[in-house]
């Protein structure tokens, strides 16, 4: 016995020394596989238009397509998905079922895929469809329901409002098998504010506007609701549309200051105007008084002001209580934007200086290098051809001033600079009639400059941090919040390592993840099955950047909405892969390819020296010889 087990652990020894490999070759009938995907949505569970639900309706005819694929020799492989291939029956996601079925399967022996779907599929993008290789079979219906239905197809609304401000909601209503009158309901939280009555023609949509004002700061989700009583409708599911509104304390002021009107202060009054979030207040400066139109004001208004407009069309002069109001503006961070003439009395800020030519020239304007690194100039070298000749003036700039734009002429004076040294910005602007850019170019380059200008000088972080992302999601939809990360020049920021945290409305921690880089953003994807107000919060600690925002999780899902068949869908989908889409009519005369089996030889390794029950025979034989050495006393 003794002998017998040194035997086995002398044996083992050689086979880890020598390390053998067992090598043989197998033959292996392959077949061509198909697979039969099967939407279990909870979509599927809603009526179609012959009569009886859709999953039955699919049911009914999955198994003559299963036994034709079965009977051309295929091998069929079937999976359920919904949100993927999982049991979350609130969305219907086909592309992470199709990634999961990429590392499931060699694709090279799939040979189709049988959409078994209503084709309401939810995904943003459904490019992978085709980067599979495999053709693509639906099944279709063209039959449609007589029973009357209506619903809100969708609501359309500025996700981020003002107090006190007139606020637009527009809804666009849809009618199948009625025409009549219906009511049209605004509801914040469960209380009615709004109601409009409206008239419906069977297989038209209409739009109505809602006018509300917000009286209070904060979130607010809403829906629109449509209701006809009296009559008896396939279902009320999509009778609503849910929505949100982030309501703002106040827009960012914008004051303009000159010394009588002009067309230059008009085309910049209204440039400033057609943003929505700015608030612009024009005055009429003459020493130390300050008029609003005719009127004679005591003070000009510094609460939420974001930027200052000085238009000097050559008469401007600034004393007392106008010249303190701008360098203590200053002195608090204010943006500051200068045309015209410099001004003696802001020597202390201003990038530009009057020289001791005061007449005034034309000349063409012309962009420095130093332009390139400012964003608000970055397509005005696109644009200087449609620039006409600008009443310049012979200026200076001063020390540390950039010089970002210069006049054509022998001396190249300068015509835009800017200050960056103080805690403010300001930028000068040696010239006037610039309006005139505006009638010649058509890509609406005058407007924005302005825009841009002004945003630019509000902006007093020197990195931009923007979140991008909806402020309603459906139960079960897919949420993608994108976060957006600049530099004060607007260049990317692409070596940062953002976290995202999602918390509910009680402030308990739902989700946090770090965000992936794609395509110059960081995007992350992820569903929540609890209806309600969430906030979240990016975070970098690298950059110690972070921007912050709330979201709300209807109680109604997109599920809930989806009726018959998207027939479009299927179409594409199987046109693009070069697939079928079939219909009850054609489903017998149907016929697959036959399947091309194929005799595939595999070669398997097997390391012995690597087996875990040869180690375990290892050990057992050593310590079976060393207890009975010990007890024979052979040791």
């Known amino acids: 016995m003794l002998f017998f087990l040194r035997s086995i652990s002398l044996t083992i020894i050689l086979l880890l020394l020598i390390s053998p490999i067992i090598h043989y070759v197998q033959q292996v009938n392959e077949k061509q596989q198909i697979i039969l995907l099967s939407d279990i949505s909870a979509s599927m569970d809603l009526p179609g238009g012959n009569g009886k639900t859709k999953k039955n309706w699919i049911q009914s005819y999955s198994s003559t397509i299963k036994d034709k694929f079965s009977s051309a020799g295929y091998e069929i492989i079937s999976y359920d998905f919904a949100s993927g291939l999982t049991n979350n029956r609130n969305n219907t996601l086909l592309v992470p079922a199709l990634e999961e079925l990429n590392k499931k399967h060699d694709f090279s022996r799939i040979k189709g895929i049988v959409l078994l779907s209503d084709g309401w599929l939810h995904d943003a993008f459904p490019i992978p469809v085709k980067q599979l290789g495999c053709p693509f079979y639906a099944l279709g219906d063209t039959a449609t329901s007589l029973q009357a239905d209506i619903k809100v197809v969708k609501v359309i609304y500025n996700p981020q409002a ?249 001396q190249n004076s300068p015509a835009i600079a800017v200050n960056t040294q103080g805690r403010a910005k300001v930028i000068a602007m040696a010239f006037l009639n610039l309006w005139k850019w505006q009638m010649q170019s058509e890509s609406g380059g005058y407007k924005k400059l302005l825009s841009n200008t002004l945003t630019w000088l509000a902006n007093t972080s020197s990195t931009g941090y923007y979140a991008i992302y909806n402020n309603s999601y459906f139960l079960g939809e897919e949420i993608n919040i994108r976060l957006r990360a600049e530099d004060n020049i607007r260049g990317l920021l692409l070596d940062l390592n953002p976290e995202l945290k999602i918390l509910d409305a009680s402030g308990k921690e739902v989700y946090r993840d770090f965000m992936i880089q794609a395509e110059g953003e960081y995007t992350t994807h992820f569903s929540l099955d609890k209806p309600g107000i969430y906030s979240f919060t990016i975070s970098d600690q690298m950059s110690k950047q972070s921007v912050s925002g709330k979201f709300n999780v209807a109680e109604s899902s997109l599920e809930s909405m989806d009726f018959d068949l998207n027939i479009p869908l299927l179409s594409w989908i199987t046109s693009e892969t070069k697939g079928k889409l079939l219909y009850p009519a054609t489903l017998q005369s149907f016929q697959p390819l036959p399947a091309q089996n194929r005799v595939v030889n595999k070669s398997k390794d097997i390391p012995l020296y690597r087996k875990w029950y040869v180690l375990t025979l290892f050990i057992v034989a050593f310590c079976l010889e060393l207890f009975f050495r010990r007890r024979w006393g052979l040791l």
Request: proline share 6%.
């Open 162 to 410: 003002y107090r006190n401000e007139p606020t637009i909601i527009r809804a666009e209503i849809h009618s199948e098998n009625y025409s009549g009158s219906a009511k049209v309901s605004l509801f914040l939280g469960n209380t009615e504010v709004r109601n409009q009555t409206v008239s419906l023609k069977a297989g038209e949509t209409i739009s109505l506007d809602f006018d509300y004002r917000f009286s209070q700061t904060g979130f607010y989700p809403f829906r629109v609701e449509v209701s006809v009583p009296g009559i008896k409708e396939r279902s009320l599911n999509n009778n609503s549309y849910p929505g949100a509104i982030e309501v703002l304390t106040n827009k960012q002021r914008v004051v303009i200051l000159s010394e009588s009107p002009s067309w230059d202060n008009k085309f910049i009054v209204d440039a400033v105007t057609e943003n929505p979030r700015w608030e612009v207040k024009y005055y009429r400066v003459q020493g130390d008084k300050v008029f609003a139109g005719e009127k004679l004001v005591d003070t000009i208004p510094s609460d939420h002001l974001s930027a200052i407009i000085i238009l000097n069309n050559g008469a401007l002069q600034l004393s007392g209580y106008p010249l303190n109001y701008v360098l203590s503006s200053y002195q608090k961070g204010i943006g500051i934007l200068f045309q015209g003439l410099p001004l003696p009395e802001l020597a202390s800020i201003l990038p530009l200086q009057k020289s001791n030519i005061s007449s005034v020239y034309q000349g063409f304007l012309e962009l420095t290098p130093q332009a390139a690194r400012y964003p608000m100039l970055e397509f005005v070298n696109s644009e200087l051809q449609n620039i006409p000749p600008l009443d310049y003036y012979y200026v200076t700039s001063t020390k540390g001033a950039e010089v970002l734009a210069t006049i054509d002429n022998p």
